[in-house]
């Protein structure tokens, strides 16, 4: 099921608006959020519109997690991170999806939740598609 007012599962402009589309992996899409204060920072969204993890399977909660530790195995190993954070909101927008959000002792936000989006560090195209290239070849 998707909901043509949900930027994930909409896509397109709304989706640009936020971020870029890495890959589709067995029941989500990584999609690399355009500010990049966190280097490596990506959105894990379900590949359905689902609002809760308790309204999927066991079996769909499991490839739903598998694919959570696939894609920050590949952001570890690019961007070499001492923690990633895990990030699960949506009190308005109501799409299940992570944040998983690489952060580095004495760097910014450490020891501090991170910013939903604060708007500080963007990049130009190429830097975008490098990083993306990079993530899938850890994928």
């Known amino acids: ?24 992996l067995s ?9 990049q204060s966190h280097p490596g920072r990506c959105i894990l969204a379900y590949k359905d519109h689902i609002s809760e993890l308790v309204d999927l399977t066991d079996a769909e909660r499991n ?17 070499h991170p001492d923690k990633v954070n895990y990030g699960a909101y949506g009190d308005t ?3 299940l999806h992570f944040h998983l959000v690489p952060k580095y002792q004495g760097g910014y936000e450490w020891g501090d939740v991170f910013g939903m989006n604060p708007g500080r560090t963007f ?9 993306i290239e990079q993530i899938k070849l850890h994928l």
Do not use: N, W
């Open 1 to 24: 099921m998707k909901d043509p007012h949900c930027g994930y599962c909409a896509g397109g402009e709304t989706l640009a608006a936020f971020g870029i589309p890495i890959c589709e």
């Open 27 to 35: 029941v989500s899409t990584l999609i690399l959020f355009q500010e």
């Open 63 to 79: 490839a739903f997690f598998t694919d959570v530790a696939r894609a920050a195995r590949a952001i570890h190993a690019v961007f």
């Open 93 to 95: 927008g109501r799409h």
């Open 123 to 131: 990049l130009s195209q190429e830097e975008y598609t490098r990083i």
